[in-house]
């Protein structure tokens, strides 16, 4: 409802309306602005409310599954310690967008938590079950407490020593 109110409405082009060019697809008609500043403009603000935790939609579109925000505990067994799986974890972490931690048990596995979007969380979760870090053997990962959040608890994805 917000954007609704805070920015001004889409329909026709003015100069359409009018029999004229349509001189909005290249510039505001009241401004001379580029149409191409203003959706700048509008993606800046969506972007900085995100980042506010706020759940920001284009009005009449809805979000997409995968685009749910979620957390989830895992836990890693094999050989994982030793063979730089944290770094990597965190790395792919950090390449998917993701936020988060891991870290070392004394019980010789990797545990942490994931938190994002669902879609790079699941795909997050493959890496962890297959791939690892490149000199890791992984026997298997425990996935538990996945839950959707509406913020992100975490602003990085940290190695816990």
């Known amino acids: 409802m917000f954007l609704r109110t805070m920015l001004p409405e889409f329909g026709v082009c003015?100069?359409?309306?009018?029999g004229g060019t349509p001189r909005c697809s290249t510039e505001s008609s009241r401004r001379g602005i580029p149409a191409s500043a203003g959706l700048a403009g509008v993606g800046l603000l969506l972007a900085f409310l995100?980042?506010?935790?706020?759940?920001?939609?284009?009005?009449?579109?809805?979000?997409?599954?995968?685009?749910?925000?979620?957390?989830?505990?895992y836990e890693v067994f094999?050989?994982?310690q030793g063979v730089f799986f944290r770094k990597y974890t965190q790395a792919e972490g950090k390449k998917l967008g993701l936020v988060g931690w891991v870290q070392n048990t004394n019980r010789g596995?990797?545990?942490?938590?994931?938190?994002g979007p669902r879609?790079?969380?699941?795909?997050?979760?493959?890496?962890l079950e297959k791939?690892?870090?490149?000199?890791?053997?992984?026997e298997r990962a425990n996935f538990n407490n996945e839950k959707a959040i509406l913020k992100l608890d975490y602003s990085d994805f940290q190695i816990v020593k």
Do not use: N, R, Y
């Open 131 to 138: 791939e690892g870090s490149p000199k890791s053997h992984i």
């Open 14 to 18: 003015p100069s359409l309306a009018k």
């Open 50 to 73: 995100s980042t506010l935790g706020c759940c920001v939609q284009a009005p009449d579109l809805s979000m997409a599954e995968g685009d749910t925000l979620i957390s989830v505990d």
């Open 78 to 80: 094999g050989k994982v």
């Open 109 to 115: 596995t990797v545990q942490g938590q994931l938190q």
């Open 119 to 127: 879609s790079k969380v699941h795909h997050m979760q493959e890496w």
